[in-house]
């Protein structure tokens, strides 16, 4: 899985993305999950070529349950219960857990861990803004490495 990723990350360009641009996105898939539904939100945040995967980042989104709704760089996630997953760098914190818990108390927010970039040897510091989708059981999510 790590091998597909680090292929799909050579696809994007140099440019980095900021992190208004990923609160920008956040919101757009937001908006379109409410206006378009869960379904057409799902079909664009998966699409690679779409207007949810840019410079070197994408917006995911994930129900309040810890299912993976959409991923565009790891598909094999989809439909998987990823309240598990850790930080890569500080083991015993459950990452999606976190992105969960301040996407429902404060609605939006940014989250700070480490996790692998493809093409490094160790864990980088990433930092990922969560936003809760107004008046569903889900949340979006982008995030850059620092």
């Not at 779409?50 to 070197?56: N, T």
């Not at 609605?107 to 160790?122: L, Q, R, S, T």
Request: glycine fraction near 10%; charged fraction near 30%.
């Amino acid at each position: 899985m790590l091998f597909g990723l680090s292929l799909a990350w050579t696809a994007f360009g140099a440019e980095k993305a900021t992190k208004d641009e990923c609160v920008a996105k956040s919101k757009e898939a937001a908006k379109l999950f409410n206006e378009k539904g869960q379904d057409a939100a799902i079909k664009a945040i998966n699409d690679k070529q779409g207007p949810f995967v840019w410079k070197d980042t994408y917006v995911f989104m994930v129900d309040f349950d810890g299912k993976m709704l959409a991923h565009p760089m790891s598909p094999a996630l989809i439909g998987k219960n990823v309240l598990d997953m850790k930080d890569k760098g500080e083991p015993g914190k459950l990452l999606f857990k976190d992105f969960a818990e301040v996407a429902k108390s404060k609605g939006e927010g940014w989250v700070d861990y480490m996790w692998m970039n493809p093409g490094d040897p160790k864990p980088r510091k990433k930092v990922t803004y969560v936003y809760r989708v107004p008046g569903k059981n889900a949340y979006v999510g982008a995030g850059i490495y620092e």
